[in-house]
C-alpha cells in the first residue's frame, strides 16, 4: 500500500461508494481503513456523498464510512448546502458538530439557508441556531423569532445578531459591507424568508411595513432570489404584494423574466414561474 498514492488506494473505495456497492466498501475499508481520511479531488469519501453528482446514499454506505472514522463536521456543511436532509439527521446521530465552521465561515445551517435547502435546514435548526440572527431565523421559518427583533410595527427590537450574511462565503460576488441600518437588516431578513419560501414570515414582515422589492445584495430583490430557487409560493406571494417584475440586478444586470429564463430548467415548476412573471 505504502508505494500507492493516494488517489489509486482510495479509487477502488470510491468506485463501490459511486455505484452503491455496500460489500465492495466493506472490503476496500478493511483492506486499507486509512482510505476514510483521504481527500480525492478536494473531498473525502464521506463529503463525496453529499455531491448532487452522487445521488442520495445509502445509509449503510455511510455507516461504513463513519465506523472507519471518517470526519463528519465537514461533511455536514456540504449535506446542508446540497440539502441532504436524512445525510444531516444520520451525521448529527453520530456526533457531527452542527456549530462548526467549514471552507467558509458558515454553521452548516446557515449554508443550507444561503442555498435554499429548506428541507436540511429543518433538521439542522432543531439542533439549534447556534449563532442567532435575525436574517437565519427568518430563513428558517421561525417566526416567533423573528417577531423577538422585528415589531409589528416594522422597528427593530433587538440587536440582529453578529454574524451577517455574506454572499461571498458561498462563490457570489461579494456586495457591499453590512450596515446597521434597520431597514437593510430587516429587509435582508425578507429577502432570505423569500428565497426559503417561509411564507408567513414573509407575509409578517410585509404587514410590518417591509418594502417588497428591498435589495440589500447587490440591487437582487426577493423576487429574483425566489425565481431563481424556484419557490413558486414565494413568487405567487411576492407578484401578488406588488413586487416589480422590472428590476434590472447588479450582478447579470437582468429583470425578473431575464432570471426566469436562466434558471429554466425544463420543469413544470420552472414554466409556471416564467408564466407568472410574464403575466405580470
Not at 265 to 270: E, K, N, R, V, Y
Request: aromatic share 4%; net charge negative; proline share 6%.
Amino acid at each position: 500500500m505504502g508505494n500507492k498514492s493516494d488517489d489509486e488506494r482510495i479509487q477502488p473505495a470510491l468506485h463501490s461508494l459511486l455505484s452503491g456497492d455496500v460489500d465492495g466498501l466493506a472490503i476496500a475499508l478493511n483492506a486499507d481503513p486509512q482510505i476514510a481520511t483521504i481527500e480525492v479531488a478536494g473531498n473525502t469519501l464521506l463529503e463525496w456523498t453529499t455531491q448532487p453528482e452522487v445521488g442520495p446514499p445509502s445509509p449503510q454506505i455511510v455507516d461504513l464510512l463513519i465506523g472507519a472514522g471518517a470526519e463528519l463536521d465537514r461533511a455536514l456543511n456540504l449535506a446542508g448546502c446540497w440539502n441532504r436532509a436524512a445525510l444531516c439527521e444520520q451525521l448529527l446521530a453520530a456526533g457531527a458538530d452542527p456549530a462548526a465552521t467549514a471552507d467558509a465561515n458558515i454553521t452548516p445551517l446557515e449554508s443550507a439557508a444561503m442555498h435554499s435547502s429548506i428541507e436540511a435546514a429543518d433538521v439542522l435548526v432543531a439542533a439549534g441556531l447556534y449563532r442567532p440572527a435575525l436574517w437565519l431565523a427568518a430563513a428558517c421559518g421561525l417566526l416567533h423569532r423573528v417577531k423577538h427583533w422585528v415589531s409589528t410595527d416594522g422597528s427593530l427590537l433587538d440587536d440582529p445578531g453578529i454574524h451577517r450574511p455574506n454572499w461571498a462565503d458561498v462563490g457570489r460576488p461579494a456586495g457591499n459591507p453590512p450596515s446597521d441600518d434597520p431597514v437593510e437588516v430587516i429587509g435582508e431578513a425578507f429577502v432570505f424568508a423569500a428565497l426559503n419560501n417561509r411564507l408567513t414570515v414573509m407575509e409578517y414582515l410585509l404587514d410590518a411595513g417591509v418594502d417588497t422589492d428591498v435589495r440589500p445584495y447587490r440591487n437582487t430583490t426577493a423576487l429574483h432570489f425566489a425565481i431563481q430557487f424556484r419557490r413558486l409560493e414565494a413568487v405567487r406571494r411576492l407578484l401578488a404584494r406588488g413586487s416589480s417584475v422590472t428590476i434590472l440586478d447588479d450582478i447579470y444586470s437582468s429583470d425578473a423574466a431575464g432570471w426566469a429564463e436562466a434558471c429554466d430548467d425544463g420543469s413544470q415548476l420552472a414554466r409556471t414561474i416564467s408564466e407568472l412573471v410574464s403575466a405580470s
